[in-house]
């Protein structure tokens, strides 16, 4: 399963920005769907979660401010983010725990490649 994320970019203190995700492969069904970022000289951190059935997690961080979704059809998750702040520029990566249903039953994890927002004026 491979995963697409796109949409960083630079914005201005209080801007919005939008990423989303897509998975890709065949035979797959998508479980926990997630977003992590990592700024410079700081350990990676867990932004927002979404399950398959819907259940959201957030770092106390976003909160009120950033809002996970993900549509199942298109086994795309999605991030809008508002009222950035410059303590938000950093690569964010989504993940996604995945489940392949074939001869054997594969259980994985998959990575995006990371998308830069930088929050400055």
């Known amino acids: 399963v491979q995963l697409q994320a796109s949409g960083g970019g630079l914005v201005q203190p209080g801007g919005s920005l939008g990423l989303s995700c897509a998975a890709s492969g065949s035979g797959f069904r998508l479980n926990d769907m997630n977003w992590h970022r990592q700024a410079p000289g700081k350990q990676r951190e867990l932004v927002a979660g979404i399950g398959s059935g819907g259940r959201i997690k957030y770092a106390d961080s976003v909160l009120g401010r950033f809002t996970i979704s993900r549509d199942n059809a298109k086994n795309t998750v999605y991030l809008q983010m508002n009222s950035l702040k410059p303590a938000d520029t950093a690569v964010y990566y989504c993940?996604?725990?995945?489940?392949?249903?074939?001869?054997?039953?594969?259980?994985?994890?998959?990575w995006g490649q990371g998308t830069q927002v930088t929050v400055s004026s």
């Open positions: 993940e996604a725990d995945y489940v392949i249903y074939g001869d054997s039953v594969v259980v994985g994890r998959s």
